[in-house]
């Protein structure tokens, strides 16, 4: 492990962080994530001198997303150390006792919700603030969007302190987590992969009428600041706040030894399931907050409290069938058909198998009762083969020579693990692609996900991506329980999605290997659709970032008289793919210039700073490298800060754009 291995790991772990509190898409488990922070936190402690400001170990995860005010917290806002070990229970609560230097100290060990961390403020007994825990400094203001949570008070029952502040979790109760599903998937729309992310994707809407139909809950778990200093215990504080009327956890225990706290792990790990909302672990916290005080914080997490998390929930169930879908680039994909099984708060009943070299490897075979989880509660996957409940008649499955969706002979490159249909006319493929054109990652179609695509597809009402375009209320009121609001709806969807940025479109064309970065690029550079059309493998290698891969591809892909065909029917049916001015930006200083934007920007949304970036000539990329010219830095940057310093790269503050620009 070198130094630039760990700015990597840094990054990865930054990420992950991103995905899972940003976006509220976490794509590795939680078990995994930890698995990371604490190789990392191995490597600080052999080499101490590589530690940053910006390592993940010295900040909490959260970042800062736009479209909220950001306050600074009044109290800072940290997150806790979380173990998988009772060993490391243990080593806590004698690290504790030695800390303090006594034998005997009270903890208090209570349910660890898994929902969304934030601070709610009481001013004379009225609510008057709420925010998430942001950065651990500063949060967003959510108050609005709080005060759509009913069993939230808005004024407290006396006596109660001048001023409070409490923390909390807000959480979506299973029921309500179920019903949002059960709508979205009418609409067509992904489902959220479980309740937190639920209720974290409801307290970020912008729309406060929306967020009060998602039926969110809230518990407090704390006092951060009572300028009373009447109240001397955690436990006291939690009884506090339930005679000011305000929501506590109600399942908790004042314990003073690990056997205590163990035997109270345990028993709500036992009842865990039969619980009306999702829960995670136990927080095992030091009672007597003089203690918590003199205890303190590492920056990043505080010393008086630790997480104990459960193992991702399993359960067992059975294979009936191994399918194979065939996604928009032809990679197949063996998924296995399940008994329905309710798990981590939605019910299961298939689960990816990843490739055919995974079956073989865990010998999964067609009859096998399995073990399941929902890997950080994300994407069920299949663990293990109960072995001793295999039946005589268990057979084993193999990749099928031929695609199931065309018939056409699949093939295995060597060294990939990949196998593909090379039929780019396969019906799998066409209605990948055509799911992908109208998703996020493409023209971002509101209220045309999936399976209305499919059901428009199997219709016949939709053949290709224009196709989008020529759709009527008529036609669409033929679909299973669209009502007039939703033709409404999708129809206005439609419409709005014409005007569309020039890199957005290139992503929805689904071109081989152009990505992202690399459409962006396009736009920026070439910034006209019909110049692209037209470019030769040589010009499009000229630009920085293009190999020849992908310039083969980009030339292949214009070439074709079908996409030519389809792209001219795009155009006639009114979308307008387009790039910001650059008008009398043309010279400006920033043409041809590289940057990487990192940390919490206060006066920007990143987006809106790359956007006024391309705006004057200038690229944005996601990784520092020597041929970046300046890094952006706001609040709480990763390690592409320390990158950037480390290679000379010059360093701009907000304060520097706004003068560039």
Known sequence: MNKNDYYQLCEEIWEHNRHYYVENAPIISDL????????????????????????????????LSSGFQVCKHAVPMLSLANTYSPEEVQEFIQRIHKLLHTDQVFFTAELKMDGIAVSMRYEKGFFVRGL?????????????????????????????PDVLEVRGEVFMPIKAF???????????????????????GSLKLLEVEEVAKRHLDIVGHGIAEDISGAIKSHTEGLKALEKMGFPVIKKRKRCSSFEEIWSFAKEVEGIRRELPYEIDG?????????????????GKNYRWAIAYKFSAEQIETKIHEITVQVGRTGVLTPVAELTPVFLAGSTISRATLHNE?????????????????????????VVSVVMEKRPADATPWQMPEQCPACGTQVVRTPHEVAIRCPNTLCPAQELGRLIFFASKSGMDIEHLGEKVVTALVERGFVKRTSDFYSLTADLL?????????????????????????????????????????TAELLASRVGDLVLLAKMQEEEFMSMDGIGEKMAESLVTFFADPENQEEIARLLEAGVEPYVPESGHYQNHAFQGKTFVLTGALKNYTRDTAADLIRERGG????????????????????????????????ILSEEELASLL
């Open 32 to 63: 995994e994530f930890d698995k990371l922070l604490h190789k990392l936190i191995a490597i600080e402690k052999e080499h101490p001198e590589w530690i940053f400001p910006g390592s993940p170990t010295q900040k909490v995860g959260e970042q």
């Open 132 to 160: 998430t825990r942001g950065n651990g400094q500063q949060g967003e203001e959510i108050t609005h969007n709080l005060l759509t949570i009913k069993n939230l008070p808005m004024r407290l029952h006396g006596p109660f």
């Open 178 to 200: 179920l019903e949002l599903n059960y709508e979205k998937e009418k609409q067509g729309e992904a489902p959220f992969a479980n309740p937190r992310n639920a209720a974290g």
């Open 282 to 298: 136990i927080v095992i916290k030091v009672d007597d907050l003089h203690a918590q005080k003199k205890l303190g914080s590492t």
């Open 357 to 381: 070299d995974e079956v073989k490897r865990k010998d999964i075979r067609i009859g096998d009762s399995v073990i399941i989880e929902k890997g950080g509660d994300v994407i069920p996957k």
């Open 477 to 517: 009121l033929q679909l299973k329980n669209f009502k007039e609001k939703s033709v409404e709806n999708l129809l206005k969807s439609i419409e709005d999605s014409k005007e569309v940025p020039l890199a957005r479109f290139l992503m929805a064309l689904g071109i081989k290997h152009v990505g992202k970065e």
């Open 619 to 650: 690229k944005v990329t996601s990784s520092v490298s020597k041929a970046t010219d300046y890094v952006l830095v706001g609040d709480d940057p990763g390690s592409k800060y320390t990158k950037a310093v480390a290679l000379g790269i010059p």
